[in-house]
Each structure stands twice: as C-alpha cells, then as structure tokens.
C-alpha cells in the first residue's frame, strides 16, 4: 500500500531527527479534534459576552454565527486542499502557499499572516495564562500576600522552557487532550454560572458609554475579538500532517471527521458563553467573562485554573510549527546540527520572546482584537478561499464561487476593521498603563 505522502526528501522534524518523509504521520483521527479544540477554544471565548456589549443582540449574534458557517466552510477547504495533488501532500501553511501562489509569492503571502497567528496566540496566551492563575491565587488565598500580574506572566513563561524541548506534535497530545477538556470544562462554568446568577441589578443593553470615535474603534476591536475565537485554521495542515494517509483512505477523511467534532465543542462552548454572558451583565461586562464572575468563589477559582491549564496546551500547539521552522532555519542558514542543542537555543529564545511580549503588553481585550484581525481573519476566513478559487477554479458565478467571493469580502472588511481598531486601542490603553506592574 502506498501512502498519499509528499515525495523523499531530506527533512528535519521537531525531534531533531533526520527523516526520508517529514512528519511522523500515525495520528488517529480524534487527535486532529482535540488538538483543533485546543487551537481554536481558548482566550478568544472569554471575550466574546464584551464583543457583544459593543455590537448588541443582532449584529453580535449575527456576526458569531456568520463567522462559524464561514469558517467552517474554510476549514473544509484546507482539508481538502491538504492532497489536492495526487502522491503530495501540503504538510504547512507555507507549502499550500508555495502550490497556489508560487514559489516566491505564496512564502510572502502565507508565513507572515501564519507566523502573526501562530505568534499572536502564544503572546495572548502568556497574558492569559499569567491573569487567570492570579485571579485562582486571589480566590483560593485571600491571606496571601498579592504579587503583580507581570510575575504570575513569568511563572507561567518559566512553565514553557521545560514544555517546550517536547520533540513533536504527537508528544503533546496528552496535553492537548488535557486542554480540550478543559475549555469545555470552563465554557461550561462560565455561562451556568452567569445563567445561575441571573441579569445584574439595572442591566443594560445599550451601547457602552463613550464618545462617537471610541465607540466606532471599540466595534472595529469587537470584530476582531470574534475572528480570534476562530483560529485553528493557522496549524490545520500541519496537524493534519500527522494523520496516515492511504488512495483507500485519505486524510483528509479523518480530519474532516476530527474538524466537525471541534466545531460541534466550539458551538457548545462559544453561543452560550457569548449570549448568556451578555445577558447577564449587559454594558459592564469585562474583557473576560471570568472578572465578571465573583460568586460562588470556589467555582470561579476552579475555571481561572482550568483556563490556565488550557492555555498551557494551546501555546504548545501554536508553538510547534514555529519551533519547526526556527530550527529548520537554523540548520540549513546556521549550520547547526539537530540535536538538544538546537533546540535548547530555538525554543529557549522563542518562549522567552514571547514571555518578553506579554509582560509589556497585557492588554487582554486589545491584543485579541488586534492580532484577530492582522493575522486571523486572513488565516481563517479569506486566504484559503482565495487558494481554493486558485486551485480549484469553480466555474464563475456558480454557488461555490460566490460563497468564496462572499467570504473573502468579510474577511476582508473584518481584518481592516479589527486592524485598525485594536492599534488603536492598544495606544489609547498604553498611555494609562504602568509598564512592567
């Protein structure tokens, strides 16, 4: 039996080991379900009752269900696109790129929209990581003496310079499994515990107050915060990579079964969140649902810990890919040699850079619309219509070719908007912050 897999060629995995055939490819196919929970379920929920206070019912509700159809469908698309070219298979973002664009285009086109992601998520993450293990130490210990949120960021960063010399994608899948359940786990929490607490006293619907401007970019920054809870898309390929893959049984089989369980956890957890949450604070919900929340206290401790746990995994599985294309850059421009070495230089510098990142900048809300929007909404929502009317060429003005024209005018208008609006807020916040407290 011949395997559906790109022809030999000299590479080096994430485990420092040269292979006739790239990744270790004997995942099964639930793999691909937790590993996309993980990468899509993670900071981005918690977020979504404050989008909603800036858009209200209709355009926030609409805009949430649009933005799953729509990514679901591109989901689908990458899937297939995956062995668009029989006996190859396009293990990177970067490699579909290469296919649709050209070799000197696609690498400019996909990695740096890809890295943004990949990056962008691991910078949130450490933000994320570092409040909610705070706020658990704030509720669990209220003796204890209070230590700055920038020190709960480093315990966390600490936390990744051991996870992140693990070789492969395969070897974090317990992690990743621990991670899926997790972000079911405190989705759950948090919207029975807002639907157990009822509407705050003198709830509103209306608009947040502020000026004219403001308002316009905290909706820009909303957008963004909507397509950041869609973010698997950046690593679909290459953990579809590790799926087996047979002329009998392609991969793309095992992946779609995998894509539509995440997407039915995602539903799950992202609607009631989203529209309970709202409902339950209204104008005065928080950038995290979870600050919102105070009672009961043992409750709330336990959600800020298993979001912890999760963003644990989901920094590795964003993490992965770049670690594999550091080190693969180093080998073939540095000369080094794969080994522990390397990926003690590799790893080290990345997690501490993204550590450095997050200590600076921990504006949770901002950064998600900011990087929802410069990196996300291309990933998600319109670079793999745009390869699929490229490859695919449907016939002009068929079903299929204007769902794919629809979705890359959204996604469009949604990462300029988001872009914009989250800069911004990002300067406005920075004036008032105090750094490194």
């Known amino acids: ?11 080096v995995n994430s485990d420092g080991k040269w292979t006739e055939n790239g990744p270790i490819r004997n995942a099964k196919w639930w793999y691909s379900t937790f ?36 990514t679901l469908n591109t989901m689908w698309q990458m899937i297939q696109l995956h062995e668009c070219v029989p006996g190859t298979r396009f293990d990177r973002y970067i490699d579909l790129g290469r296919h649709a664009f050209g070799p000197k285009l696609g690498p400019w086109i996909v990695l740096p929209q890809q890295l943004i992601v990949q990056v962008g998520c691991d910078i949130v993450y450490m933000v ?49 499994l621990a991670a899926a359940i997790m972000s079911l786990c405190y989705s759950t929490i948090s919207w029975v515990a807002c639907l157990a607490r009822g509407p705050i006293e003198n709830v509103s619907y209306a608009y947040k107050k502020t000026t004219s401007t403001d308002l316009m970019f905290r909706v820009f920054n909303a957008f963004g915060e909507i397509s950041f809870a869609f973010a698997g898309h950046a690593v679909a390929l290459e953990i579809q990579a590790t799926i087996p893959s047979t002329p009998e049984k ?6 779609w079964k995998g894509a539509l369980g995440a997407y039915f956890v995602n539903a799950i957890c992202y609607f009631p969140v989203a529209l309970i949450g709202y409902w339950t604070f209204g104008q005065a919900v928080e950038d995290n649902i979870l600050k919102s929340l105070e009672k009961p206290a043992w409750l709330i401790a336990s959600a800020n810990l298993m979001v912890f746990v999760h ?58 619309g900011f990087f929802g929007g410069f990196g996300f909404a291309p990933t998600a929502y319109f670079l793999p219509s745009i390869m699929w009317l490229i490859i695919k060429k449907p ?21 300029l908007a988001s872009t914009i609006g989250g800069f911004r807020n990002i300067i406005a916040d920075a004036s008032t912050y ?4």
């Not at 039996?1 to 590479?11: D, G, L, N, Q, T």
């Not at 981005?44 to 933005?67: D, E, I, K, R």
């Not at 016939?395 to 990462?415: A, H, K, L, Q, T």
């Not at 105090?434 to 407290?437: A, L, M, Q, R």
């Open 311 to 368: 963003v644990v995994g989901s920094y590795q599985v964003y993490a992965m890919p770049v670690f594999d294309l550091i080190e693969r850059m180093m080998i073939k421009r540095m000369n080094f040699q794969p080994g522990l070495t390397l990926r003690l230089v590799a790893r080290t510098s990345y997690v501490a850079f993204t550590l450095l990142a997050g200590v600076t900048f921990p504006f949770f809300g901002d950064l998600l």
């Open 395 to 415: 016939r002009r003005f068929s079903i299929n070719w204007f769902i794919n024209w629809v979705g890359i005018f959204i996604g469009v208008s949604i990462m």
């Open 128 to 176: 994320t990581g570092g409040q909610c293990l705070k706020k658990f130490m704030e509720i669990a210990c209220t003796n204890c003496t209070q230590i700055k949120q920038s020190y709960w960021i480093l315990i966390f960063g600490g936390l990744h310079f051991f996870l992140s010399q693990l070789p492969n994608f395969n070897s974090v899948a317990a992690v990743s």
């Open 434 to 437: 105090s750094f490194y407290t």
């Open 1 to 11: 039996m011949v395997s559906a897999s790109s022809p030999p060629s000299k590479e």
């Open 250 to 255: 392609p991969s793309k089989v095992s992946m």
């Open 35 to 70: 590993h996309t929970v993980t990468a899509m379920i993670g900071a981005g929920v918690l977020s979504l009752p404050y989008a909603m206070a800036y858009l209200g019912w209709g355009p926030g509700t609409m805009l949430l269900l649009l933005s799953w159809c729509l």
